[in-house]
């Protein structure tokens, strides 16, 4: 069982990315539903608004922490926390993938986008069995024929890319009928169809890789900037009881 640290009224593993990439891989073999779910501040207030993505964050099967500001915050009560990039975490995934024969489907962004995606992945990871490629815009009426054809292709990775809080909602809905790993990768797609650039290393390095992204789509700010400096109040209002819940993980 790994340790986890609560936040607010959310868990995150404690996990290397290895140990992660552990966990999600006997999700795999062993056969079992699973949801991953890559957190940050943006996504824990954007829960306390919407009761479907609040739940869907709690009962998670692998809670990774990916925001900058979220590991910081769990680092100032001395838990041994490690960023885990949502998007690298997901192409590891995607090369054990290719390795072990998995079965990976893709589910979200415009039509050209996922297709572009798909094709630039098989191209990197020869050996990778693409099972379901679909895009993200639907009626509602066409999910249940959605999930219909994902599971029938025998789906063993799906990557959903929606945006929060639609993508982990669907996954949150779905995860027990298709019986696979599911995670929310966001703008994923955008990047592996290269149609946007991810952040270079020494924004990476520092744990800015949101202000790279901020310059680059300043329309983001309206969204980030509430949700960021509540996160950071809510922290030092609520430092006493975190402490509190978490004394068995610090160090």
Not at 48 to 76: F, R
Request: glycine fraction near 8%.
């Amino acid at each position: 069982m790994n340790k986890r640290f609560k936040i607010f009224d959310y868990e995150l593993d404690l996990i290397t990315k290895e140990e992660g990439l552990s966990c999600a891989e006997s999700y795999i073999e062993e056969k079992k539903s699973a949801q991953v779910v890559t957190l940050n501040p943006e996504m824990i207030m954007m829960g306390e608004k919407n009761s479907d993505l609040k739940t869907s964050l709690q009962k998670a099967d692998i809670v990774l922490p990916d925001g900058a500001g979220l590991v910081m915050a769990v680092k100032s009560f001395g838990a041994d926390v490690h960023r885990i990039p949502g998007i690298e975490f997901s192409e590891e995934l995607i090369s054990k993938a290719a390795e072990h024969g998995w079965k990976v489907g893709f589910w979200g962004a415009k039509e050209d986008v996922v297709q572009k995606a798909v094709e630039n992945l098989k191209n990197k990871y020869p050996k990778l069995t693409v099972s379901y490629v679909r895009s993200g815009y639907y009626n509602e009426e066409e999910e249940p024929a959605i999930v219909g054809d994902i599971k029938t292709a025998g789906t063993q990775i799906l990557f959903v890319a929606m945006g929060v809080p639609k993508q982990e909602i669907v996954i949150r809905k779905y995860k027990d009928i298709l019986g696979c790993l599911m995670i929310g990768v966001g703008g994923s797609f955008d990047v592996w169809s290269g149609r946007v650039m991810r952040a270079p290393k020494i924004f990476r390095s520092l744990g800015c890789e949101w202000l790279y992204r901020l310059i680059k789509e300043p329309n983001r700010f309206s969204r980030m900037f509430p949700s960021l400096p509540l996160f950071v109040f809510r922290v030092i209002l609520n430092s006493n009881k975190i402490k509190k819940e978490n004394r068995n993980v610090q160090s």
